[in-house]
Antibody
Framework: QLQLQESGPGLVKPSETLSLTCTVS??????????WGWIRQPPGKGLEWIGS???????YYNPSLKSRVTISVDTSKNQFSLKLSSVTAADTAVYYCARGLTIFGGHGWFDPWGQGTLVTVSS | DIQMTQSPSSLSASVGDRVTITCRAS??????LAWYQQKPGKVPKLLIYAASTLQSGVPSRFSGSGSGTDFTLTISSLQPEDVATYYCQKYNSAPFTFGPGTKVDIK
């Protein structure tokens, strides 16, 4: 059974870079059948897709965050990572990693999701 | 970019009621739509993909329909364990936007 687990600092200072890693277990991140994505949810608010990556390294980013986001994959460690630069309090959220199905060569729905990790931006 | 809206934003219904949630895309997305359920304090869970295909293990009281711009999620007989916020998400092309959510509780 595929599992995803987010890890990284729970507190980041304003203007610094948020860095999270998602470790995939129970399956290979190098499968051509899947994308790997990051989604976030500010406290009490809805879901926002941040970006996704294919095992080959090709990426999709949310245009609203694109200038600050980098998603990378490390197939040797079965991990993918998120970096979000120049963070502000508005970036405080639960950050989820998730598997996205590949359909017709493109990106599909997300399933399963990691448990999520709360990242607070504060000095 | 295509915008996703949901209505209502919240609803309260009795156990056994039929509940319908609407999701609308600002442009046509064919059937590239998923529905997720997020119970309080929990991780979002996939309910439906391709607008109407029930994910394995999801109770049959959940159903989805629609194509193009208008979609619905129906709970045929609301149960106490269905208290949650429901989100739609488009995946025809990036950005893979979620709707704002519909909060469902028991009257």
């Amino acid at each position: 059974q595929l599992q995803l687990q987010e890890s990284g600092p729970g507190l980041v200072k304003p203007s610094e870079t948020l860095s999270l890693t998602c470790t995939v277990s129970g399956g290979s991140i190098s499968s051509s059948s899947y994308y790997w994505g990051w989604i976030r949810q500010p406290p009490g608010k809805g879901l926002e897709w941040i970006g996704s990556i294919y095992y080959s390294g090709s990426t999709y980013y949310n245009p609203s965050l694109k200038s600050r986001v980098t998603i990378s994959v490390d197939t040797s460690k079965n991990q993918f990572s998120l970096k979000l630069s120049s963070v502000t309090a508005a970036d405080t959220a639960v950050y989820y990693c998730a598997r996205g199905l590949t359909i017709f060569g493109g990106h599909g729905w997300f399933d399963p999701w990691g448990q999520g990790t709360l990242v607070t931006v504060s000095s | 970019d295509i915008q996703m809206t949901q209505s209502p934003s919240s609803l309260s219904a009795s156990v056994g009621d039929r509940v319908t949630i609407t999701c609308r895309a600002s442009q046509g997305i064919s059937n590239y739509l998923a529905w997720y359920q997020q119970k309080p304090g929990k991780v979002p869970k996939l309910l439906i993909y391709a607008a109407s295909t029930l994910q394995s293990g999801v109770p049959s009281r959940f159903s989805g329909s629609g194509s193009g711009t208008d979609f619905t999620l129906t709970i045929s007989s609301l149960q106490p364990e269905d208290v949650a916020t429901y989100y739609c998400q488009k995946y025809n092309s990036a950005p893979f936007t979620f709707g704002p959510g519909t909060k469902v509780d028991i009257k």
